[in-house]
């Protein structure tokens, strides 16, 4: 069990290379729109992670090939689409994992980052809760730390925020991902120049 603790938290560390920082999921445009940045990424946490990438990481569990499918659907423009294929691809090419569907993502199909993910926590051995607190967690921090580089939000702050809100976590079973308000910051970032990161 300790092993697997150890590796779950490799996992799911920010300095795993996925290129992981190159992507704000929207917080770069929310941020440069007005939005309140805290309220921004809790509502995108809510109701597009909660509700949409942890729901397809448990169903991989049992069945990645249709949980991907439906992953790459439910992404509706470019950039969070490509954020996604991008880090599950990096995730695969490390080679830390033994598993069919990830083995074909890293030989060139596409995969969803949630999908890969939930998969490597099969083949290590990591337990299904464990594997989606991790990918919540991963996925939120990421959110935080681009609006910390953004300036968003201060060092301390930011740390209090992910604090607080990693406290609130659903580890919700139906599949029901949206947020039409990143939707649209998604596709008025996409033609944005210049930006500090890539969606």
């Known amino acids: 069990m300790t092993s697997q603790i150890i590796r779950s938290f490799q996992l799911f560390d920010s300095s795993l290379p996925l290129g992981g920082f190159n992507y704000s999921y929207g917080v770069e445009e929310a941020y440069y729109q007005g939005y309140d940045i805290k309220s921004f990424i809790r509502s995108i946490f ?15 569990f049992r069945d990645p090939y249709d949980a991907n499918k439906l992953a790459l659907a439910s992404k509706l423009t470019r950039e969070i689409r490509d954020a996604t294929v991008n880090m ?10 033994k598993d069919e569907f990830v083995e ?5 199909e596409k995969g969803a980052y949630p999908i890969v993910v939930a ?6 051995g990591i ?28 060092f301390q702050e930011g740390q209090r925020f992910l604090f607080e809100v990693s406290g609130e976590v659903s580890l919700s079973e139906s599949f029901e991902p949206f947020s039409p308000v990143l939707d649209v910051l998604s596709i008025k970032h996409e033609t944005r120049e210049p930006k500090v990161f890539m969606s």
Request: glycine fraction near 10%.
């Open 127 to 154: 337990e299904e809760e464990i594997c989606l607190s991790g990918l919540a967690y991963s996925e939120l921090a990421q959110m935080v730390f681009s609006a910390v580089r953004l300036g968003a939000l201060d």
């Open 88 to 97: 599950g691809r990096s995730l695969a090419m490390l080679g830390i994992c």
């Open 119 to 124: 998969r490597c926590c099969v083949s290590l």
């Open 46 to 60: 809510k109701n597009v992670i909660e509700r949409g990438d942890i729901p397809l990481a448990r169903m991989a």
């Open 104 to 108: 074909r993502v890293r030989k060139g």
